[in-house]
């Protein structure tokens, strides 16, 4: 194959025209092939070069040595120097020679185009004979392996993200051009090179360059040098998009990028072996895997990239190779690099290779694994043990105990590590060579369970089967002995709920011997195994009390515990609780604290629960003052619940209400439920008013429990006064004055009284009186009407003056002026006084006696 050349100057006049042309050209050449070519061969010095330089000078200006692709796929390979003057003395000149590569065809002995970087065969003159096709093109000597590595070394920061780049101008036709800036052409020809070597045999020869441009932004070649007087913008564009930016001076460059090849192919290079490179490249290009497999059988030394690299590739191919191989593998993978750092993935390689060779092999990776675990890097794997020899568990356990007991009792530790250390330490050894593990991880991983258990979050952090298969073990019997008080405490003094759903998670590793201290537990171990008795709740109590083999002497508490297991979150029946009132002694109920669970639960019932005041009723029995119920406030909640009842069966003396409200104050805060039962029982109490005795109709005065309306007046609770308008607003309201005058005007009196006690008394009186009274009033049969008139006479003719005023005002007025009145005679007592609801303009008299 032959080359043809060109040569490209400014010339004097001749048959071809005069200034810059082709003085020299092969025969035969396409005239449309020089024409493409021409602008590639052109030169402009650097800015800061001198105008006029001498001789001297000359060789300093940079050589613009390139390779680039013609549409047709044809390669143009040249060299420019700048010459300074011109036949006519003017400066500007330059000489190009180039040869042009056919297509597909490549340049002869297969050499790459950067091998010719300052080829004897270069012209810096048009020589006399012209441009005889060339048949070989002999390589410069200014390119080898050691100028290469020592290079690499000196750029050693940038060559990473230069290779990464360099890879992307063949996995993206759109890449950006990689302009170089550097001292000169000659370091931009050894950024070539060291691309070169890197590259698949396939993509090497058609990696485009030039080593110099002054204007990058014209270039069409994929490696651009320049000086660092380019014209270049540096905007951000410029550097993120259209280019990528190495400044080797350290100056603006675009922002790095590294991949795993990349980085695995810069060690490569800076251990000097490109013959890796090349290798790799061969079997498959740009896998870093493939190189950093390579690089560790060959002893190079490789960052956590690359060594993740390489041990990926471990993994899937550790059915292949020799035992040499894995042993030079293994030993350069495990090696301390200059970052101090190892892979994560040691563990699962150890379990693949073991699982091929012998121990010969694999204990040095599963020494690595065991100090990787420590450094909190990987986990366990199943095939350490077998990986190790007893000496060398031993000698780990020596060298690393230590560190791993302070580990374990570090609180900061996470709770999947801490699971991790633990299997590390029952693997080495049982007891560590002295170093036991602290008890402290037991109850760190007693509070994890028990949150995840409360937390109902199955994905939080190892499970209760998997702390069980980390404590199994012998050595860790503190800690699980740790564990299981922890458990115990909180069963104790806590909330047993959480530990039943963690107790069944460790079940299957527990030594039922091991519960033998722990009736709470056994209790709970019960409770997680039974099922709920759907007809009673006592009898799953009395059976968790018999399997923790209970002795109430000895740990009443556990009465407790049982307890709660029963009835977890809600309360047990008032069945229930009587029938465990009755089997229960005094002191027994008192020092298992079931004397406040039982009072709660009364407590705590539905306010129409008609059982909960014999509960209460029970209990006061059961425990007289000095005996349990410590806290005065829960002895006066259940007098309160037992005081509501007689207010509500009328068994309650007059006074009820004061003693109702000071019992209550003294009693909160109070559930709701009995708020509700106190609330609902007083004012309906107060609104039923007084019962017959004796078969003798009291009348009006009889009937008003004005007593207890005044002191609930006068304490003037918004709450009580609210239940009792919603109360006085009811169906049996209404029923009652419908069938009875005599209520009626009871309740025409009561909400005609105390309207100077309070303001919100005073709003709901006059609510009551002019939007439930009266539109009820109008309902009614004449009759009816009369006969509460003769009621309220019988108590005061001003009450009936004020009832004829408010129902019917304008025969109110008429009757007055016949009776020549409009009011009656003195002011009524200072303990019932009467308040007018807007309509009355009169105070009524006395009451008649």
Known sequence: MTLRQLHYTSAPPGPDGSGFRFTATSPDTDPALLRLAEPLLGYEPPRDAPARPTEAELPAFPVAFGFSLLPDG??????????????????????????????????????????????PDWRSVTPVDGAPPLEALSPGDRIGRQRLTAFARRRSERLAPFLSDVRRLFEDERAPTLVMVEEGAEEVALWVALACAALPPAYA?????????????LAEQQIVGVLADAEFGYASADLGHQFRFHHCLGGTSSEPRTAPWAEVAARVWLAGRPDLLM???????????????????????????????????????????????????????????????GTDALPGLLDTL???????????????????????????PGSLRSALTPDACVELALELGPRLTVLLADPDVPTERLLTLLSLGETLATDLVG??????????LADHLLARAADGSPGSGPSARE?????SGPGSRGVRGALLDRLNDVALSGDPIPVVPVLAGLDATLDPAELADYPHLRAVAAAGRGTRDPDSGLRMMNRLIREAKWQEAADPSVLRTAFLLTWPGRRPSMDDALMLLAQTPPDLLTASGLDHQLARTALAADAADPDAPEVARALLSALPPGIGLTEPRVRDGLNLLLHAEDIRTGQAERGFTSYAIALRDRARPLDDSLERRLARGLVARILSGAAPEARVRPGVAGMLLKDELEQLVRYGDEGLLDTYEAEARSSVTLDRLQRDPCHLAALFIAWNSFGDFNPAWDRVRLRLLEQFLKPAVRRLPEPHLSAAESELAEVSGTWADRWRDWYRPGLARRWGRRRGSGAGGGRPSKSWRDAGPGTVETQPGAEER
């Open 74 to 119: 044809t390669g143009v390979l040249s060299r420019t120097r700048y010459t300074g003057a011109d036949y006519s003395g003017r400066y500007g000149n330059f000489h190009a020679h180039a040869l042009l590569v056919p297509p597909g065809a490549g340049l002869p002995g297969r050499m790459l185009p950067i091998a010719a970087w300052e080829s």
């Open 205 to 217: 020869p058609t990696l485009t360059f030039t080593t110099y441009t002054r204007r990058p932004y």
């Open 279 to 341: 290798r790799a490249a061969a079997d498959a290009p740009f896998d870093a895997e493939v190189l950093a497999s390579h690089a560790l059988n060959e002893g190079i030394p490789l960052e956590s990239t690359g060594r993740a690299a390489g041990t990926a590739w471990a993994l899937r191919h550790a059915d292949q190779r020799d035992e040499a191989f894995w042993q030079r593998f293994l030993e350069t993978l495990l090696a301390e690099d200059a970052d101090g750092t």
């Open 354 to 380: 073991a699982a091929r060779w012998p121990p010969e092999v694999t204990e040095p990776l599963a020494r690595g694994t065991v100090r990787a675990v420590i450094d909190g890097r990987g986990t366990v």
């Open 435 to 444: 170093h036991p593990p602290p008890a402290a991880p037991g109850v760190r």
């Open 467 to 471: 702390v069980a298969a980390a404590v």
